[in-house]
């Protein structure tokens, strides 16, 4: 089984700065791209940022040039930086990665469970 914990939400004015992190174990043989994601109550679940096994980065607009992911392949973890923080940020953000396990021989995606994240005066 693989699991995925993120860490690091909390509550934060408006402009101010939170970084997030997310570590994946279990049986995992490789991981591939990871992301993540944030849903407000009475939204649907969102993309908010993504980097390639490799590096590459995207985002979504409502947060380019705000935040910046980043992994660390060893640790098997995905971070997400967040500064200029606004309200509308505010969510339970969610971290995804796919992992190949050699069990099943194939890629699959995992979610973690989340970790709040309040912006708020």
């Known amino acids: 089984q693989v699991q995925l914990v993120e860490s690091g939400g909390g509550l934060v004015q408006p402009g101010g700065s939170l970084r997030l992190s997310c570590a994946a174990s279990?049986?995992?043989?490789?991981?591939?791209?990871m992301g993540w994601y944030r849903q407000a109550p009475g939204n649907q679940r969102e993309w908010v940022a993504g980097?390639?096994?490799?590096?590459?980065?995207n985002y979504d607009d409502s947060v380019k040039g705000r935040f910046t992911i980043s992994r660390d392949n060893a640790k098997n973890m995905v971070y997400l930086q967040m500064n200029r923080l606004k309200p509308e940020d505010t969510a339970v953000y969610y971290c995804?990665?796919?992992?190949?396990?050699?069990?099943?021989?194939?890629?699959?995606?995992?979610w973690g469970q989340g970790t709040q994240v309040t912006v708020s005066s």
């Open positions: 980097v390639t096994s490799g590096g590459s980065t």
């Open positions: 995804k990665a796919a992992v190949y396990q050699r069990t099943s021989s194939s890629w699959d995606d995992y």
């Open positions: 279990g049986s995992i043989f490789s991981v591939g791209a």
